[in-house]
C-alpha cells in the first residue's frame, strides 16, 4: 500500500501542471488558485512546520524563523542592486525546504503501515500535501525560470521524495536533530517571504468587456472560493493526520 501512495505523490507533480496548463490565460482560476495556496501553505508553515521546529529546540526557533522571514528584505533595501538576485536566492531557499518536507514524507511513507491505526490515513495525507507543493514550485519558478524550471523543481522534490522512502527510519533519526530544527525554522520564514513577496504575472492581452467592478468582484468572488477550499484542504489534512 505506501508503494501505491508513493506513486500517487509522484503523479500529482505531474498532472498539477498539466491542469495549470489547461486554464492558463483565465485570470479568476488564478486567483483562485493563488488563494488557495496562500492559504494552504501558510496554514502548513505556521500550523505544521513550526511547531515541530519549537517542539525541538524551543525558543531558539523564532530568531531562525525572524532571520528567514525579514533577513531577505533587510538585505533587499540595503543593497537595492541585489534585490532581484536576494529575492531569487531566497525563493531557492524556500524550494529546498520543500525538497525536504518532501524527503521527511517519503520517509513517512516508508513506515506508515507501522504506525498505530490512528494515523492509518497518512499516506493519503502525504499525497494531498503534493498538491500545494507542486502549485506553489508552479507559481513561483514560472515567473523568474519559466516552464524548464517548474519541471526540474519538480522533478527534485520527486527525487528527494524516493530518496526519503529508501532511506526510511535513516531520514527520521536525522530530522530530530536539533540542528535540521533549526534549519527547518529557517526555511519555514523564507517560505513565508516567499508567499508575501509572491511574484504575479500580469495579462493585459485581452480586452476588458465587463466593468472594472465587475472584474473586481468576480476576482473577490474566485479569492474566497480558492481560500475556502485551502481551508477545507488544511482541515482535511489536519483529520488524517490524527
Known amino acids: 500500500m505506501s508503494l501505491l501512495y508513493l506513486a500517487l505523490s509522484l503523479l500529482v507533480l505531474i498532472l498539477v501542471p498539466l491542469i495549470e496548463k489547461l486554464s492558463r490565460g483565465k ?23 513550526i511547531p515541530m521546529s519549537y517542539q525541538a529546540v524551543g525558543w531558539w526557533a523564532v530568531p531562525m524563523i525572524i532571520i528567514g522571514l525579514s533577513g531577505p528584505t533587510l538585505i533587499e533595501k540595503l543593497f537595492s542592486k541585489a534585490a532581484d538576485s536576494t529575492h531569487q536566492v531566497t525563493l531557492l531557499i524556500g524550494i529546498c525546504g520543500l525538497m525536504l518536507h518532501a524527503m521527511i514524507d517519503g520517509a513517512s511513507l516508508n513506515e506508515y503501515e507501522h504506525l498505530s491505526s490512528a494515523s492509518g490515513l497518512l499516506g493519503l495525507a502525504v499525497v494531498l500535501h503534493r498538491i500545494p507543493v507542486a502549485l506553489m514550485i508552479l507559481l513561483l519558478l514560472r515567473p523568474l525560470f519559466g516552464r524548464k524550471g517548474v519541471w526540474m523543481g519538480l522533478m527534485s522534490v520527486a527525487i528527494f521524495t524516493l530518496f526519503g522512502y529508501v532511506l526510511g527510519l535513516q531520514i527520521e533519526k536525522a530530522i530530530s536533530s536539533e540542528g535540521f530544527a533549526l534549519l527547518q525554522s529557517f526555511v519555514a520564514g523564507t517560505l513565508l517571504h516567499v508567499l508575501i513577496h509572491q511574484p504575479h504575472k500580469h495579462d493585459h492581452s485581452h480586452n476588458h468587456k465587463h466593468s472594472l467592478w465587475h ?14 477550499l485551502g481551508v477545507v484542504t488544511l482541515v482535511t489534512l489536519a483529520l488524517l493526520h490524527h
Open 27 to 49: 485570470q479568476r482560476f488564478e486567483h483562485l488558485l493563488s488563494s488557495f495556496l496562500i492559504v494552504v501553505l501558510a496554514g502548513i508553515v505556521l500550523g505544521e512546520i
Open 215 to 228: 472584474e473586481v468582484r468576480a476576482w473577490r468572488t474566485y479569492n474566497l472560493i480558492g481560500a475556502g
